[in-house]
Every structure is written in structure tokens, then in C-alpha cells.
């Protein structure tokens, strides 16, 4: 599988399993599972088939680990528009945690602090490199940290999906350390 299909597919899986199941006929379980035979299905009747050889192939080289396979079904690890429950338990975060974002966000994220938009969590990074991958997707990349510590004494949930990206309802911006 080329480098460019391996790209599609990944794209077109994010897009269905984790924002428009429904445009492709999918119905996500209430954890956000689907049976890969009724996903291989639903691509195919769509103009998209996508092989069983192509879907494992995606899933183990997908550099973020987007997608887990567990008995024959499948499911984003996060990011997801649509509602669902991943059914992670709270956990412990380290005691700092990292955002990658683009400087045109900074106003208001110094105002509101950091919130899930769209999606159900806030995703933050376990280290700076990875919140510099993430932020240079828009630009050139600016890494807050979270002081993610405080915000767990202070009461805040913290969970931490399969892929280790952590997630959690909003980072107030008392807990951010921005550049000045």
C-alpha cells in the first residue's frame, strides 16, 4: 500500500468513525464501536472499498494510532463529534501536559483558556514534541504547557485514551503557561 493510499484511507476513516458515521450508513455502538465487516461494507457501497489487508495496515502504521481493532471491531481512540462514550477511567496525569496550537489562537486562549470546540475533550500531549507535530498542522506551531498537575488537585478529570493523547473537559487559563 502506497504512501498517498495510506493517507486516504486513514482520512476517510477519521472522518466516519469519529464525525459522520451516519453519511456512509454506519451506526456506532454507545463506545463508539463498529464491526469492521459492516465498515468494509459501508466503504465499498459508498465508492470507497478499502480491503481487510488495507484497514490492518492503516491501523498499524498510523504514526498518532488513531484506530484500535479489538474482536473484529473498530474505533477512533479520540477526537470524536459525535457523541460517544469512550469509557476511559479517570487517571493521574504527569505533572505537565502540552497543547500544540498556532499563534492566531492565542488571544483567545489566553482569555478562555483551552476548550474542546467540536469535539467532547481537550486533547493534549504527554510531551513538547508531539504538541509541536500537532500545532505545525496549521502553522508554524506555538507548545503551551498545562499545568496539569494543579488542575488534578484541584478537582479537574483527566483521562488518557489508548494512544496516549490525554483528555480532559477544558484547561482554565490559570493552568497555562503561555509565551509572552
Do not use: C
Not at 477512533?76 to 502540552?98: C, E, K, S, W
Not at 470546540?117 to 481537550?122: D, E, F, G, L, S
Amino acid at each position: 500500500m502506497d504512501d498517498r493510499r495510506t493517507v486516504k484511507v486513514s482520512k476517510y476513516l477519521a472522518k466516519h468513525l469519529r464525525h459522520q458515521p451516519g453519511r456512509i450508513g454506519l451506526v456506532l455502538d454507545p463506545n463508539g464501536w463498529v464491526a469492521i465487516e459492516d465498515l468494509l461494507r459501508a466503504t465499498a457501497e459508498h465508492g470507497v472499498p478499502i480491503t481487510r489487508a488495507e484497514l490492518d495496515h492503516v491501523v498499524a502504521v498510523n504514526d498518532k494510532q488513531r484506530f484500535t481493532i479489538e474482536d473484529d471491531r473498530i474505533r477512533a481512540n479520540q477526537g470524536h463529534t459525535v457523541d460517544v462514550d469512550l469509557g476511559l477511567p479517570p487517571a493521574t496525569p504527569p505533572p505537565y501536559l502540552y497543547h500544540g496550537t498556532v499563534a492566531a489562537h492565542l488571544a483567545a486562549i489566553r482569555a478562555e483558556g483551552l476548550r474542546p470546540m467540536a469535539r467532547h475533550h481537550v486533547h493534549l500531549s504527554p510531551d513538547r514534541e508531539t504538541a509541536t507535530r500537532v500545532g505545525a498542522r496549521r502553522g508554524r506551531p506555538v507548545v503551551l504547557a498545562v499545568d496539569a498537575g494543579a488542575m488534578h488537585r484541584d478537582g479537574h478529570v483527566f483521562h488518557v485514551s489508548a494512544n496516549g493523547v490525554w483528555l480532559t473537559a477544558a484547561v482554565p487559563p490559570a493552568y497555562l503557561r503561555l509565551p509572552h
